[in-house]
């Protein structure tokens, strides 16, 4: 908890899912989350990071436990939830943060069939997986928000990245129609879309000589997001304060998609 101490309490007794959070801005949301009184799950394919996050949180005097999951894999999407329930016993908000980056290729008839496969599989189908076993555990504990993360990519196509652009504007349809039909049930679907932030994900591409100085170019404000600034924009839709936002698409990218 900052300073050791709940500055707010907009979660306080609910149970919150996120996905990808071993690192980035899963982390940083589940930190956030915690911090605001929520008792959260940090699901990832990297359980040990997953389980240091989670101890970290307790540490500190919050609620959280750390669960595997593959999102890829519906079977493990719903022992996910199943988790969740089994020590909880309800499940609140879920973040679907986890998905995977694209390394920027050549040309669009050498991008392989199998990577297409795999960030298909991983960036669409995995959210749409995790939201399938998330939704009945939502609507019996009486949920109230479901934010995945999309990127500036499900609003803008860049060369050489044709299956995560494609994949990312399948999570901003899927979100939109997911939104129309959950908010009948009171709950609200919503998504972010992160421009370059500092996280483990972009790690190896600011590493090379001039990446970092490039990708804060890019940005009118000068410079990539810190996690913590995209996933306190999460813990806002999934908060009470967003109340009446159904299938928005907010971007967090320091102006890029205004250019």
Not at 57 to 79: H, K, L, N, R, T
Request: charged fraction near 10%; include cysteine; glycine fraction near 12%.
């Amino acid at each position: 908890m900052a300073g050791g101490r709940r500055l707010m309490a907009r979660f306080s007794g609910k149970v919150v899912l996120v996905t990808g959070a071993a690192g980035g801005i899963g982390l940083a949301a589940a930190q956030a989350f915690a911090d605001e009184g929520a008792q959260v799950v940090l699901a990832d394919r990297n359980i040990a990071l997953a389980e240091q996050g989670a101890q970290a949180i307790v540490d500190g005097g919050g609620i959280a436990s750390a669960v595997f999951v593959d999102i890829s894999d519906p079977a493990s999407c719903q022992s996910m939830v199943d988790h969740a329930l089994a020590i909880y016993g309800a499940l609140h908000v879920a973040f679907n943060n986890a998905g995977m980056p694209s390394a920027i290729g050549g040309a669009f008839e050498d991008f392989s069939v199998e990577n297409w496969d795999t960030l298909l599989a991983t960036n669409l189908s995995g959210v749409f997986y995790a939201m399938k076993a998330q939704v009945p555990a939502l609507k019996a504990s009486g949920g109230t928000a479901i934010v995945n993360t999309a990127s500036i990519a499900a609003l803008i196509a860049a060369p050489g990245m044709a299956a995560y652009v494609a994949s990312k504007h399948g999570v901003a349809g899927l979100t939109k129609a997911a939104a129309l039909d959950l908010i009948g049930h009171g709950i609200r679907v919503n998504a972010i879309c992160p421009g370059f932030v500092d996280t483990p994900m972009l790690a190896g591409a600011l590493a090379q000589p001039g990446a970092r100085e490039a990708m804060n170019a890019q940005a009118p404000i000068g410079r990539i997001a810190s996690p913590q600034e995209v996933a306190q924009t999460a813990l806002f839709l999934c908060s009470d304060a967003a109340s009446y936002m159904v299938g928005a698409l907010l971007s967090v990218d320091g102006g890029v998609t205004v250019q």
